[in-house]
């Protein structure tokens, strides 16, 4: 398993601007957290090297909580990353999914 490869400032700034500050997953606009579609602790076994590990290939913006969050499940405990589980959700017509994320982003900041 390999470390931990973080992103350069470059490439965070760089998805952010591309984005608009808007989450890839659910549209909420916002402060991002730029996640690796493919987590560089399992990048190793894909055949990804250090580099393209950090790459702006292998990044895409996201919220925090509860997107961040639900793609690192996703990908850690099933193996299913990025591009495959936004493929299915536009496939299976999961946009229902966005809403329920949004409404539990509204409901979290109430509670605050």
Known sequence: MREYQPFSLVVKDE?????RNRCAV????????????????????YGLTPEQTRSRENAVGVCRTPCHDWLDKKALQEHRFYPEVMHEMK???????????????KIDAMME
């Open 15 to 19: 998805i952010r601007r591309q984005q």
């Open 91 to 105: 496939k299976d017509r999961w946009y229902n999914l966005r809403e329920k994320i949004r409404d539990r982003l």
């Open 26 to 45: 659910c549209g909420a606009v916002g402060h991002l957290t730029i996640h690796h579609k493919i987590p560089s602790t399992l990048s190793e076994a």
